[in-house]
């Protein structure tokens, strides 16, 4: 019998929020997309990078396949998009789960507003740690007034 996992990802860009929907197409030919969140724009997290602006959206995906094996066809998708031999949309894997068991969550889902406020609008009732869920971090967030939804025409 097979097993389907479900993966929540994050995607970004600093480029045109077209960018992000063409990586969206590309994912949808490998997983099975459930939901996908708003689009957000906001400030980068990184220190590194503090004069960029971010879009950002979550997806809700699904497949059989392993946790290594979606992370490998993510970072294929991911250099299908370069300019200048860097990456336009970067993915994150931040969540795995088989039925209601949590096989794996990234740190930067606790750690960075642009992965909460996309996350709380596809799960905001998932429990990621002891105690807590998505929408209680994402409101205790300090940063969360820095993101706005974007308007899609």
Do not use: W
């Amino acid at each position: 019998m097979s097993h389907y996992y479900r993966y929540y990802l994050v995607l970004g860009t600093t480029h045109s929020i077209c960018n992000l929907f063409e990586a969206v197409k590309l994912i949808k030919s490998q997983l099975i997309v459930h939901q996908m969140s708003e689009v957000y724009r906001g400030p980068s997290e990184d220190v590194s990078k503090t004069d960029k602006e971010f879009f950002n959206l979550a997806l809700s995906c699904s497949n059989e396949r392993s946790f290594d094996s979606i992370k490998h066809e993510l970072s294929l998708i991911e250099q299908l998009q370069l300019h200048q031999n860097k990456k336009i949309v970067d993915i994150d894997l931040l969540i795995q789960l088989h039925q209601h068991s949590l096989l794996y969550i990234s740190p930067k889902v606790t750690r960075f507003c642009h992965c909460l406020i996309t996350l709380k609008d596809i799960c905001p009732d998932l429990k990621i740690s002891e105690n807590k869920l998505v929408q209680d971090y994402f409101y205790s967030n300090k940063n969360k007034q820095e993101f706005t939804s974007v308007t899609l025409s």
